[in-house]
């Protein structure tokens, strides 16, 4: 009986005693809204500390002039890395005479178990500065490449593992323009 009671108060302790999270705030907290600890008593919403390992999401670099020396894998995609070789291959940048030097964007893609894309590429950066014209221009290479690679094959190990995952993909053009 005693350690029927020990362990009902250890597990009451647990649920009682606060942890260290951050909390929703809303546009009205003003500053310092985040507070140090919370527990299920809390009113507010709780969300626990995560210490997510910085490298587990996927990023890729795609720079213009190496993209057109990759190989694209002729198997079933298996690897990370074959996921990105074939990523690489698919880039088709803009012509020369709609491009800008340096141009960088980035986006944001996730793939169905079939290697269909789940929507479309989200754009989370644009170098600063430039046009309206210009970051659609590359919106819609970036589109149109990933819509000619699709949809594709993995194998039932790498879908399952790859299957809504985000993947950060940054575009660099980094190909020199023609004088005029």
Not at 44 to 73: G, I
Request: aromatic content about 6%.
């Amino acid at each position: 009986m005693r350690r029927c009671v020990e362990t009902f108060i250890i597990l009451l302790s647990a649920v009682i005693s606060p942890a260290r999270a951050a909390t929703l705030c809303g546009p009205l907290d003003g500053p310092g809204c985040v507070p140090e600890e919370c527990s299920v008593l809390d009113p507010r919403t709780c969300l626990p500390d995560q210490n997510y390992p910085f490298s587990a999401d996927l990023r890729l670099t795609v720079a213009s002039r190496a993209a057109a020396e990759v190989v694209k894998p002729d198997h079933a995609l298996s690897t990370i890395r074959d996921l990105f070789a074939v990523l690489r291959a698919c880039w088709s940048p803009p012509p020369l005479a709609d491009a800008r030097e340096d141009m960088q964007m980035s986006v944001r893609v996730s793939f169905k178990r079939s290697g269909d894309l789940i929507a479309d590429p989200r754009v989370t950066y644009v170098t600063p500065a430039m046009s309206e014209e210009v970051r659609e221009t590359y919106r819609k290479a970036i589109a149109q490449s990933l819509a000619a690679c699709g949809p594709l094959h993995f194998t039932t190990g790498l879908a399952g593992a790859i299957a809504g995952r985000p993947i950060m993909i940054r575009y660099v053009d980094d190909r020199e323009r023609m004088q005029r």
